[in-house]
C-alpha cells in the first residue's frame, strides 16, 4: 500500500536490497493487519464461547478452541498476503511467487482447519456417544475421524498439485492403470479392510466386549478399518487383522446374558442320606435367595458315587455384567455353601485310600455273614413297586426349592 506521491517524502523511494522503503513500511502494515485479525478472530471465539457455555462445557469448548489459533494463523496470513500484496507494486514476478507461496499456505492452513475442525466434530460426537447404552457409537466414531481426515488429504494434496501446475488428471489416470498392480500387491491389506467393513456390518462384538479368538483372549479396545486390539489379561495389547477376526470363530463372552457356575462338590461317605438330602436342597434354597443367580434354572443333585466321595452336581448361572461381579458372586456363593456344611454337619472329601486287611499272617480270613437265600429276597421285594424301603420319588425334607413354577 504505497504512500500517495504528493505526501511521501523523497527518502520514501530509497532503496536497501532492492526493496523501497514504503514496500517496507507496506510489509509492517500487512504484519499489523494479520496479527490484528488473528486477535480479533480469537477473541471473538473466546467470547462466544463463554456467553454460551458454563461449567464442565465452556472447559471442554476452550480447550477445543484453542485447537483453531494455529490453522486460524496461518489462513490469516495467507489471505492478507493474497489481497494485500499486490498493493505494494512489487515486481511481477515477485508478485507471482509470493501468491503461489501464500495459496499453499493457504491450502496447508484450510487442511489444518479441516483436521481440527474433524477433531471437534468427534469430540463432541463421542461425548454424545458416552451418554448412550449403546457402544456401536463408541467404535465407529475413530473410524468416521479416520475416513473424513484421509479425505481431506487427499482433496488437499490434489490441490496443493494442482497450483503447482502438476496435470491432476493426467496423475488419476495413471493411478487408475496402476490400480490393478497396486490390489494385487495388497491382496492381505485389501482383505483386512473387507474383514472391517464386515465387523461393522455384521458387528459380532464391539469395543468393551471380552471376546475369545484362537488363542487370543482379552477386552476390545479398539476395532479399526484394517485390525483390531484387544487388551489381554496380561495387559499385553494384541493387534489382530481384521480378515483373521473374519475368518476366526470369535466367541463373545461379552455377550453373555448369564454366566455358568458348574462344579461338583464330593462329600465323605459316612454323611448319611438325609445330610445329603438336606445338603441339595439347602444349596438350592441359597440359589433361590441369592439376586445375583438365575433362579429360573438350575441343577442340585446327588451325582454320583465317586472313588473317595459322594459326588453332588451343582450347575447354575450367575447374573453379572464383568468378570469382577461374577467372581464377587461365586465367592459370596462358595461361602454360603461352606456355612451350610458346618450347620448341618457335613464334611467335604478329600481324595482318600482304604487298605483293608482281611487277615493278619498266621490267622484265617474272616468273611461277613451273608443273609440267608430267603432274607435275600425278602430284602429285594421291600425294593421292589410294591415295597416301602426305596425311594422311587424325591422325597423332599423342606419344600425342596426346586426350579419348577410350582414351588414358592
Given at each position: 500500500?504505497?504512500?500517495?506521491?504528493?505526501?511521501?517524502?523523497?527518502?520514501?523511494?530509497?532503496?536497501?536490497?532492492?526493496?523501497?522503503?514504503?514496500?517496507?513500511?507496506?510489509?509492517?502494515?500487512?504484519?499489523?493487519?494479520?496479527?490484528?485479525?488473528?486477535?480479533?478472530?480469537?477473541?471473538?471465539?473466546?467470547?462466544?464461547?463463554?456467553a454460551?457455555?458454563?461449567?464442565?462445557?465452556?472447559?471442554?469448548?476452550?480447550?477445543?478452541?484453542?485447537?483453531?489459533?494455529?490453522?486460524?494463523?496461518?489462513?490469516?496470513?495467507?489471505?492478507?498476503?493474497?489481497?494485500?500484496?499486490?498493493?505494494?507494486d512489487?515486481?511481477?514476478?515477485?508478485?507471482?511467487?509470493?501468491?503461489?507461496?501464500?495459496?499453499?499456505?493457504?491450502?496447508?492452513?484450510?487442511?489444518?482447519?479441516?483436521?481440527?475442525?474433524?477433531?471437534?466434530?468427534?469430540?463432541?460426537?463421542?461425548?454424545?456417544?458416552?451418554?448412550?447404552?449403546?457402544?456401536?457409537?463408541?467404535?465407529?466414531?475413530?473410524?468416521?475421524?479416520?475416513?473424513?481426515?484421509?479425505?481431506?488429504?487427499?482433496?488437499?494434496?490434489?490441490?496443493?498439485?494442482?497450483?503447482?501446475?502438476?496435470?491432476?488428471?493426467?496423475?488419476?489416470?495413471?493411478?487408475?492403470?496402476?490400480?490393478?498392480?497396486?490390489?494385487?500387491?495388497?491382496?492381505?491389506?485389501?482383505?483386512?479392510?473387507?474383514?472391517?467393513?464386515?465387523?461393522?456390518?455384521?458387528?459380532?462384538?464391539?469395543?468393551?466386549?471380552?471376546?475369545?479368538?484362537?488363542?487370543i483372549?482379552?477386552?476390545?479396545?479398539?476395532?479399526?478399518?484394517?485390525?483390531?486390539?484387544?487388551?489381554?489379561?496380561?495387559?499385553?495389547?494384541?493387534t489382530?487383522?481384521?480378515?483373521?477376526?473374519?475368518?476366526?470363530?470369535?466367541?463373545?463372552?461379552?455377550?453373555?446374558?448369564?454366566?455358568?457356575?458348574?462344579?461338583?462338590?464330593?462329600l465323605?461317605?459316612?454323611?448319611?442320606?438325609?445330610?445329603?438330602?438336606a445338603?441339595?436342597?439347602?444349596?438350592?434354597?441359597?440359589?433361590?435367595?441369592?439376586?445375583?443367580?438365575?433362579?429360573?434354572?438350575?441343577?442340585?443333585?446327588?451325582?454320583?458315587?465317586?472313588?473317595?466321595?459322594?459326588?453332588?452336581?451343582?450347575?447354575?448361572?450367575?447374573?453379572?455384567?464383568?468378570?469382577?461381579?461374577?467372581?464377587?458372586?461365586?465367592?459370596v456363593?462358595?461361602?454360603?455353601?461352606?456355612?451350610?456344611?458346618?450347620?448341618?454337619?457335613?464334611e467335604?472329601?478329600?481324595p482318600?485310600?482304604?487298605?483293608?486287611?482281611?487277615?493278619?499272617?498266621?490267622?484265617?480270613?474272616?468273611?461277613?455273614?451273608?443273609?440267608?437265600?430267603g432274607?435275600?429276597?425278602?430284602?429285594?421285594?421291600?425294593?421292589?413297586?410294591?415295597?416301602?424301603?426305596?425311594?422311587?420319588?424325591?422325597?423332599?425334607?423342606?419344600?425342596?426349592?426346586d426350579?419348577?413354577?410350582?414351588?414358592?
Amino acid at each position: 500500500m504505497p504512500i500517495p506521491l504528493f505526501l511521501a517524502p523523497d527518502w520514501f523511494k530509497d532503496e536497501y536490497l532492492g526493496i523501497e522503503i514504503e514496500q517496507f513500511i507496506g510489509l509492517g502494515v500487512l504484519v499489523v493487519i494479520a496479527a490484528a485479525a488473528q486477535t480479533l478472530a480469537v477473541q471473538l471465539l473466546r467470547l462466544y464461547v463463554r456467553a454460551r457455555y458454563e461449567g464442565t462445557d465452556r472447559d471442554f469448548w476452550n480447550r477445543e478452541r484453542r485447537r483453531l489459533n494455529r490453522a486460524l494463523f496461518g489462513l490469516v496470513v495467507a489471505v492478507t498476503l493474497l489481497v494485500g500484496f499486490p498493493s505494494l507494486d512489487f515486481d511481477a514476478d515477485v508478485e507471482d511467487i509470493v501468491a503461489k507461496i501464500a495459496t499453499l499456505v493457504a491450502a496447508g492452513a484450510v487442511v489444518l482447519l479441516a483436521f481440527r475442525a474433524i477433531d471437534i466434530l468427534t469430540d463432541v460426537l463421542a461425548r454424545r456417544a458416552a451418554l448412550t447404552e449403546s457402544r456401536a457409537d463408541d467404535q465407529l466414531i475413530p473410524l468416521l475421524k479416520t475416513t473424513l481426515k484421509g479425505l481431506v488429504i487427499v482433496v488437499g494434496a490434489l490441490f496443493v498439485l494442482s497450483n503447482l501446475n502438476v496435470n491432476v488428471t493426467s496423475l488419476v489416470a495413471g493411478l487408475g492403470l496402476g490400480g490393478l498392480a497396486i490390489a494385487l500387491a495388497a491382496q492381505d491389506t485389501i482383505r483386512n479392510l473387507l474383514g472391517g467393513v464386515t465387523i461393522f456390518a455384521d458387528r459380532p462384538f464391539q469395543v468393551g466386549d471380552w471376546v475369545v479368538v484362537d488363542d487370543i483372549e482379552g477386552t476390545v479396545e479398539h476395532v479399526g478399518f484394517r485390525s483390531s486390539r484387544v487388551r489381554t489379561f496380561y495387559n499385553s495389547l494384541v493387534t489382530v487383522p481384521n480378515a483373521r477376526m473374519v475368518d476366526s470363530d470369535v466367541d463373545n463372552m461379552g455377550l453373555r446374558r448369564w454366566r455358568r457356575y458348574k462344579t461338583t462338590l464330593g462329600l465323605t461317605y459316612h454323611t448319611s442320606t438325609d445330610q445329603i438330602q438336606a445338603f441339595v436342597e439347602g444349596v438350592r434354597a441359597m440359589i433361590r435367595a441369592n439376586p445375583n443367580m438365575r433362579r429360573d434354572y438350575y441343577i442340585v443333585e446327588f451325582h454320583g458315587f465317586g472313588p473317595s466321595s459322594l459326588d453332588v452336581l451343582v450347575y447354575c448361572f450367575i447374573d453379572a455384567e464383568d468378570w469382577n461381579a461374577e467372581l464377587r458372586t461365586r465367592h459370596v456363593f462358595n461361602l454360603d455353601i461352606m456355612r451350610l456344611t458346618e450347620e448341618l454337619g457335613i464334611e467335604f472329601a478329600f481324595p482318600t485310600q482304604t487298605v483293608h486287611v482281611a487277615a493278619l499272617p498266621g490267622q484265617p480270613q474272616a468273611f461277613p455273614a451273608a443273609p440267608a437265600r430267603g432274607e435275600l429276597g425278602e430284602i429285594v421285594e421291600r425294593f421292589s413297586p410294591e415295597g416301602s424301603a426305596g425311594q422311587r420319588v424325591d422325597t423332599p425334607i423342606t419344600p425342596g426349592y426346586d426350579n419348577t413354577p410350582s414351588t414358592p
